[in-house]
């Protein structure tokens, strides 16, 4: 059964700041894992997208990374502004040959100005 | 042009009482999922559904049910309604890939208050 956690739960930062937020996952095989941020209120909006035989999926100021072998991917999101404020969640198949997704509890993250 | 839509977003009843919540699509993808919400921002699968099968979490109370009149609908019906299914409600879908799922678009969630 997967199971996602994403470290560390919350984060603060000055505005400019680059930062990183990093998510495991306890079952590699998996297609793809994706990134999405949650405003307070409002659903979730879809960042990136990494395929299993992707290293690196870049969109903008965000890039993140995937590293089946050790479980592990990264959102690196570079000079931080103030409208990057929210909830940023993980999310893996559930497990082989699943398209369900099993989400982190997320990294509630404020920029301040 | 809304992608994924529900209908409604807020939803206050009382226990006991059956309800659903509606949810389109215009993406023309062939799945669709129901997702819960919990208190503490837990955001965990309840159903996914495409025209080959419907995938139900185990830890779905049988008291909820999806229902899809065609692809671009799956609805979501509740009975008998408890204080704990109070939680946001959110809808999403994908096109189901060879290489498994494409992202998913979700809805602007449900929020649904059980008094």
């Known amino acids: 059964k997967q199971e996602v956690t994403q470290i560390p739960a919350a984060l603060s930062v000055p505005e400019g700041e680059n930062l990183v937020l990093n998510c495991s996952f306890t079952d590699s095989a998996i297609y793809n894992l994706q990134w999405f941020r949650q405003d307070p209120g409002k659903g979730l909006t879809s960042l990136l997208l990494i395929q299993s035989s992707q290293r690196e999926q870049t969109s903008g100021r965000l890039n993140a990374s995937l590293d089946k072998s050790s479980g592990r991917s990264t959102l690196y999101i570079a000079a931080s502004q103030p409208g990057d404020s929210a909830t940023y969640l993980c999310a893996a198949p559930s497990g082989a040959g699943s398209y369900q997704l099993t989400f982190g509890k997320g990294t509630k993250l404020s920029v301040i100005p | 042009d809304t992608a994924v839509s529900q209908t409604p977003k807020y939803l206050v009843t009382q226990m006991g009482n059956d309800k659903s919540i509606k949810c389109e699509q215009n993406?023309?993808?062939?799945?669709m999922y129901w997702y819960k919400q919990d208190s503490k921002k837990f955001l965990k699968i309840m159903f996914s559904y495409n025209n080959k099968e419907l995938i139900i979490n185990e830890t779905v109370p049988n008291r909820f049910s999806p229902k899809s009149p065609d692809k671009a609908h799956l609805n979501l019906h509740i009975n008998s309604l408890e204080l704990g299914d109070s939680a946001v409600y959110f809808c999403?879908?994908?096109?189901?890939?060879?290489?498994?799922?494409?992202?998913?678009?979700f809805g602007p969630g449900t929020r649904l208050t059980v008094l």
């Open positions: 993406l023309g993808h062939d799945t």
């Open positions: 999403a879908s994908s096109q189901l890939g060879t290489a498994g799922t494409d992202t998913q678009y």
